[in-house]
C-alpha cells in the first residue's frame, strides 16, 4: 500500500517560500506522476501542480510563476516550493499520487496546515 | 470561483437515495473523465469515482457515478450516516490543461 507523508513548517511569513516535502513509501515514486493539491480553510480543492518522475512540470497557470516542485528518486521525494506567499497561500496542502488519462489522484497524503501570517 | 459547480449541501434520511450533482463544460466534462472524492472532517480526500462510473476496489456499490454531456452525477444509496462527508467532482479541464474540482457538496444524513 503506498503511503505519502507532507512534512514541512506549519508557519511561513508573507512575503517568503512555502517549502513542503512529501515521502512516499511502500512503493517508488519511479514511474509515476506526483501532485500537489490544495485546500484553503473551509474552501475546495485546487490543483497545485504535478511531476512525473522524470523531472517534467506541469503547474496550475494561475500559480505557474512562484511554483517549484521538484523530485528526488533515490530519496523516494517529491518537493513543492511557494515563493512570494501572501495569506491566500494559508491552506491544508496535499500531496498525492496522480494518475494520467482518467486524470484523479489515487493516493493521498494526510495534508500539512500552513499558515501565512507574521 | 470553482470550475465545476455543486451544490453546496444536499440532505437526505438514512435507507434513502441522494444525487449530488456536477455541472461543467466542453473543456472539462464534456470531453474527460470525471472522479469523485469523499472527504470527511480533517482528512485527506478518497478517491470515491474514476472514469465517471468505477468504483476503487473497498468502495461500496451503494455508489455510483453517471455523466451525460457536460453534467455528471454522485447517486448513493442506502445512506448510511456514515455517509455524511463532503463530496468533491473532478475532471481535467484542456483549457487550463491540468484538473479542476467542484467547490464540493456537504451530505448531510437527517
Known amino acids: 500500500q503506498v503511503q505519502l507523508q507532507e512534512s514541512g513548517p506549519g508557519r511561513v511569513k508573507p512575503s517568503e517560500t512555502l517549502s513542503l516535502t512529501c515521502t512516499v513509501s511502500?512503493?517508488?515514486?519511479?514511474?509515476?506522476?506526483w501532485s500537489w493539491v490544495r485546500q484553503p480553510p473551509g474552501k475546495g480543492l485546487e490543483w497545485i501542480g504535478y511531476?512525473?518522475?522524470?523531472?517534467?512540470?506541469k503547474y496550475n497557470p494561475s500559480l505557474k510563476s512562484r511554483v517549484t516542485i521538484s523530485i528526488d528518486t533515490s530519496m523516494n521525494q517529491f518537493s513543492l516550493k511557494l515563493n512570494s506567499v501572501t495569506a491566500a497561500d494559508t491552506a491544508v496542502y496535499y500531496c498525492a499520487r496522480f494518475i494520467p488519462g482518467a486524470y484523479y489522484f489515487d493516493y493521498w497524503g494526510r495534508g500539512t496546515l500552513v499558515t501565512v501570517s507574521s | 470561483q470553482s470550475v465545476l459547480t455543486q451544490p453546496p449541501s444536499v440532505s437526505e434520511a438514512p435507507r434513502q437515495r441522494v444525487t449530488i450533482s456536477c455541472s461543467g463544460s466542453?473543456?472539462?466534462?464534456?470531453?474527460?473523465?470525471v472522479n469523485w472524492y469523499q472527504q470527511f472532517p480533517g482528512r485527506a480526500p478518497k478517491l470515491l469515482i474514476y472514469f465517471d462510473d468505477q468504483l476503487p476496489s473497498g468502495v461500496p456499490d451503494r455508489f455510483s457515478g453517471s455523466k451525460s454531456g457536460t453534467a455528471a452525477s454522485l447517486a448513493i444509496s442506502g445512506l448510511q450516516s456514515d455517509d455524511e462527508a463532503d463530496y468533491f467532482c473532478?475532471?481535467?479541464?484542456?483549457?487550463?490543461?491540468?484538473?479542476?474540482f467542484g467547490g464540493g457538496t456537504k451530505l448531510t444524513v437527517l
Open positions: 511531476i512525473y518522475y522524470s523531472g517534467s512540470t
Open positions: 473532478a475532471a481535467w479541464d484542456d483549457t487550463l490543461n491540468g484538473p479542476v
Open positions: 466542453g473543456s472539462n466534462i464534456g470531453n474527460n473523465a
Open positions: 511502500g512503493g517508488s515514486v519511479s514511474g509515476d506522476y
